[in-house]
């Protein structure tokens, strides 16, 4: 009885609340929204007097109350008619993402209870999104793991009390699983510091050398290799950093829990030693035996390379990238004479300016990385390294002070590049006056990327052509850069260009051209039958929308970018049936003369992504009529007045102008529209393969968290794009070069 009062106050309180509301809800169709913190909700009664309040509002039919809770178990309770609650708490969301990752296996009925071991799972990573994520990207790589395997890894995460025992138990799961050689490359990581950006193509070369990827030739390394990375990165044990416009992952690095891990196995394989401090390692091959301290500096192993004698000879990688300790010219020198067993050279980003002749003692490299130093144009000339698989080249000025937008310039062709057979790669050189050494990089029969700055004269194009035709089943990345030349007084027409050429390329993915010839355009002449073609970068080609043709008809063109000066038409039109399989176009630069992009009814179907990027594009029309659009990125755009289905008058360009831009000068602008969360066909990761919530909430991450949980961003990898847009500047000829 001593409780009446009480419940009659409640009550008194509850009527006067609903009196306050009912006026603004009563005969309105209304959502309501209810968050049971604490259960306050759905505490003892309070359920029962909340439904009776609810009643009193008097809402329209059709009104819905949805009470969010975490209280699994009076759940259904809230549920009216009776039903089955909407679970949408992290561990049922992961749980409905690998359900439908192992459903094939689900239905043949030879496994336990699968579908109850992986809830458990889950719910003992609660509330450690990283181990659920992991867990995840683990099933998705082999959705077969064993019954028991998957019990063993539940038994495991019993006494896991702490994050990091838990994280480390799923790191684990997910390790075991990956082949020898795999397990081998990511433990090399381990010499990287912890959050350090790794170059893609840096990491390939290294394991390569390394000898890490044991295949009978490069190229198949390589391609181990690369899938490898792939590996890492769809298994979330690497996090991509830099990623394309076309989605390829150009740099990852390796978050808290993953590194520490790698770490601990690494010291027990000895692949880290303890002489060796880990700010230094990244410098050196593993297994090299080098004692250097913090405090020793990598400055003291250049100055004093003689003291360190007894271990040159098992130096393999000397990656010396950003260091500054090339003063005077004899340290270069000392390296060229002593490291002789040398495969791997990286001088990237050093104050290196000059290369010594003693450079060609280093009979074993492989690998020759110059880009971005101050070594005069005439500095490679002399070069001769039968081994040298890549040789990847860029000078800056001296006179400037280097950084990530100064301009690069091309070093020129050895004198002898007839007898380096084994290249694979050759970026960024430019051919003497008399263009022989174009005539004999034809010999270079395993040249798979060539990036080449020639001037605009017959005898360059002519013997440019004759090598390419020569390599018709080789070459896979081609850049061009046409320099101006004085001297040209005939021109080659089409037919010549097509005769010197005989055969386009039959394995050529990616095509460059910066600027334009008298002759005419190479576009078409380079381009016309190369059904592998997969990405165009055209620069200063001033192409009229009849030269775009020959792209429009390729089966395989899923990228192309247009910078500056690439187009001189006003308008761009893509037709009906034109770009079958176009998926990301990207227009950077200002281009004069185009100020109009249409796609009609029918074009470019395939088409996920567009970039406009500092342009002068006045109207984008006709994006509605994109089925699989789901990227549309703008920025610096500040001539852009509209885009639509249709193009706007000038009195509403003016309007959504002001509204949609609202620049206010402001020289950079991004806006990003999505219409579906991205679930590419080619590289799809767990979050990708399923439809349900849980593959909408898990890709809701999209860039690394460096905390103690690590999260995994999207897992858009470079295997839904294939290779990076080679750049076509003389600068950045080569996608190597990333």
């Given amino acids: 009885m001593s409780q009446i009062p009480w419940r009659i106050r409640g ?33 003892d009664f309070r359920w029962e007097e909340t439904r009776n309040a609810l009643n009193l509002l008097g809402c329209a039919p059709g009104s819905a109350v949805i009470v969010s809770t975490k209280n699994s178990q009076k759940a259904k309770d809230f549920c009216y008619p009776p039903g089955e609650p909407i679970t949408c708490s992290l561990v049922g969301l992961y749980h409905d993402t690998v359900l439908q990752l192992i459903k094939p296996r689900m239905n043949n009925g030879n496994d336990g209870d699968i579908a109850g071991i992986l809830r458990e799972i889950l719910a003992k990573c609660h509330p450690h999104e990283f181990c659920m994520k992991i867990f995840a990207y683990a099933l998705y790589a082999n959705p077969n793991r064993s019954y028991e395997e998957l019990c063993k890894l539940n038994e495991d995460l019993v006494p896991a009390k702490t994050f990091g025992t838990r994280a480390k138990n799923m790191i684990k799961f997910s390790y075991k699983d990956l082949p020898r050689e795999h397990k081998t490359c990511l433990l090399y990581l381990a010499i990287f510091p912890q959050g350090h950006n790794i170059r893609r193509s840096t990491l390939i070369g290294r394991w390569v050398t390394e000898g890490l990827i044991t295949k009978q030739d490069w190229a198949t390394a390589v391609q181990h290799a690369e899938q490898c990375f792939d590996t890492l990165i769809k298994r979330g044990l690497i996090l991509p950093h830099d990623i394309g416009a076309a989605g390829k992952v150009k740099s990852c690095m390796v978050g808290d829990q993953v590194h520490g891990f790698i770490t601990e196995v690494a010291e027990k394989e000895h692949i880290l030693d303890a002489r060796l401090s880990d ?51 004899h340290y270069l020198r000392d390296i060229c004479n002593k490291i002789l067993l040398l495969k791997y050279l990286s001088l990237r980003g050093t104050n290196v300016r000059y290369l010594p002749s003693e450079i060609n003692n280093l009979h074993e490299l492989e690998v020759l990385d110059i880009r971005e130093t101050m070594v005069p144009e005439r500095a490679t000339r002399n070069i001769l390294l039968l081994k040298l698989r890549r040789f990847l080249a860029s000078r800056v000025d001296p006179n400037s002070r280097p950084n990530d937008k100064s301009p690069r310039f091309p070093v020129q062709i050895p004198f002898k590049i007839e007898k380096m057979e084994n290249l694979e790669v050759l970026s960024s050189v430019r051919a003497s006056g008399d263009g022989r050494e174009l005539k004999e990089i034809r010999h270079l029969w395993q040249l798979r990327k060539l990036g080449v700055v020639i001037e605009d004269r017959n005898n360059h194009l002519e013997r440019l052509l004759r090598a390419i035709g020569d390599l018709k089943y080789c070459l896979q990345s081609l850049s061009i850069t046409i320099s101006y030349s004085t001297r040209t007084k005939s021109t080659l027409s089409n037919k010549e ?5 005989r055969q386009s390329p039959k394995h050529l993915e990616s095509l460059s051209i910066n600027g334009v010839t008298q002759s005419g355009q190479l576009l078409e002449v380079l381009a016309k039958g190369s059904d592998e073609l997969a990405k165009a970068t055209l620069t200063g080609t001033l192409l009229e929308e009849r030269d775009l043709m020959v792209l429009a008809v390729l089966p395989k063109l899923h990228s192309v970018r247009l910078r500056s000066n690439a187009y001189n038409g006003r308008e761009l039109t893509f037709k009906k049936d034109v770009f079958p399989q176009l998926k990301y176009f990207l227009v950077e630069g200002s281009n004069k003369a185009v100020t109009d992009i249409k796609f ?10 567009i970039v406009l990027s500092s342009t002068n594009i006045r109207f984008l029309s006709g994006i509605d009529n ?13 001539s852009l007045l509209s885009f639509s289905q249709d193009k706007a008058s000038p009195e509403q360009s003016a309007e959504s102008g002001s509204a949609e831009q609202n620049t206010k000068g402001e020289a950079t602008q991004r806006n990003t529209q999505s ?19 849980a593959a909408e909430r898990i890709t809701e991450s999209r860039a690394p968290e460096q905390n103690n949980e690590s999260r995994a961003p999207e897992q858009n990898t470079g295997s839904r794009a294939g290779e990076e847009i080679t750049e076509s500047r003389a600068a950045e000829q080569n996608s190597e070069s990333r």
């Fill in 497 to 501: 260009m097509y005769d010197l050429l």
């Fill in 600 to 609: 009609e009814d029918g074009a470019t179907t395939e088409l996920e992504k």
């Fill in 675 to 693: 219409r579906a969360p991205e679930q590419n066909s080619e590289s799809r990761t767990p979050e990708q393969n399923t439809r349900s919530r």
């Fill in 11 to 43: 009550l008194l309180y509850t009527k006067g609340i609903v009196d306050k509301i009912k006026p603004r809800l009563e005969n309105k169709k209304t959502l309501i929204i209810l968050q049971d913190d604490k259960d306050y909700v759905s505490a």
């Fill in 279 to 329: 700010l230094w390692a990244r410098h050196f091959s593993i297994f090299s035996g080098l004692r250097l301290r913090a405090s020793d500096g990598i400055e003291k192993f250049v100055y004093k390379l003689p003291k360190y004698s007894p271990q040159l000879p098992l130096l393999k990688v000397l990656d010396l990238e950003g260091t500054q300790c090339y003063d005077k010219n």
């Fill in 626 to 638: 994109l089925p699989k659009l789901k990227e549309l990125e703008l920025e610096g755009n500040q």
